[in-house]
């Protein structure tokens, strides 16, 4: 059975960067659409970006320009700039639009003053 782990997560003052990851394991996600959803405790997940097979990307308005999806053939990445402190959030990888659905167990972001 498949999985996914995110990783990448941690504290940084606002401004600063980070990278997530989400790797597949015991899959291949080339034939999937990756998303990237984040949680705040009490609320739903929010979609923020999906990326393509293709390599085409949507984003959320509320971190366009400032968030970037990319991947290759195992891994979605989520390159964050400009963080803030209102994107912090237990941030979530699925896989759709393939035989493989999956979500991920999560990597927690901090974003401080």
């Known amino acids: 059975q498949g999985q996914l782990q995110e990783s990448g997560g941690g504290s940084v003052q606002a401004g600063g960067s980070l990278r997530l990851s989400c790797t597949a394991r015991?899959?291949?996600?080339?034939?999937?659409?990756m998303d990237w959803y984040r949680q705040t405790p009490g609320n739903q997940r929010a979609w923020i970006t999906s990326i393509y097979t293709d390599g085409d990307a949507t984003h959320h308005y509320f971190v366009k320009g400032r968030f970037m999806a990319s991947r290759d053939k195992t891994t979605a990445y989520l390159q964050m700039n400009n963080l803030k402190p209102g994107d912090s959030a237990m941030y979530f990888c699925?896989?759709?639009?393939?035989?493989?659905?999956?979500w991920g167990q999560g990597t927690q972001v901090t974003v401080s003053s």
């Open positions: 699925q896989s759709r639009g393939c035989e493989y659905k999956y």
């Open positions: 015991g899959f291949s996600t080339d034939k999937c659409t």
